[in-house]
């Protein structure tokens, strides 16, 4: 049974870094065909996608993080993290790491409905 487990949320200011790991157990990263992503959802709005990588190590993110936001995976430690940088007010939410087994085409991988498994969500608060 695969199972998503996150960790690194927290409080930080305006400008702040903080980087969030999501370990992934029941699948392993050593084969190509899966992938993973970070989405976020603030109070009273829609879950959105963050970030995506894949086991062939390709990686897209969101025009609304991308330069400021990095994700990354440690095929060692079937984790996969996400460094946040310069960190805004509206980066505050709550951040849910996401993966399916199978592979997720990239026009997709926004998509929450392509993910079979998610994690329970670690808060990120940024404030001024």
């Known amino acids: 049974q695969v199972q998503l487990i996150e960790s690194g949320g927290g409080s930080v200011q305006a400008g702040g870094s903080l980087r969030l790991s999501c370990l992934a157990t029941?699948?392993?990263?050593?084969?190509?065909?899966?992938?993973m992503g970070w989405f976020r959802q603030a109070p009273g709005k829609e879950r959105e996608w963050v970030a995506s990588?894949?086991?062939?190590?390709?990686?897209y993110h969101a025009s609304s993080v991308s330069g400021r936001f990095t994700i990354s995976k440690d095929s060692a430690k079937n984790t996969i993290y996400l460094q946040m940088d310069s960190l805004k007010l509206e980066d505050t939410a709550l951040y849910f790491c996401?993966?399916?087994?199978?592979?997720?085409?990239?026009?997709?991988?926004?998509?929450?409905?392509?993910?079979?498994?998610w994690g329970q969500g670690t808060q990120v608060t940024v404030s001024s």
């Open positions: 996401a993966a399916s087994v199978g592979w997720i085409a990239v026009a997709r991988r926004a998509w929450t409905t392509e993910y079979s498994y």
């Open positions: 029941g699948f392993s990263f050593s084969g190509n065909h899966w992938c």
């Open positions: 990588i894949d086991g062939q190590s390709n990686t």
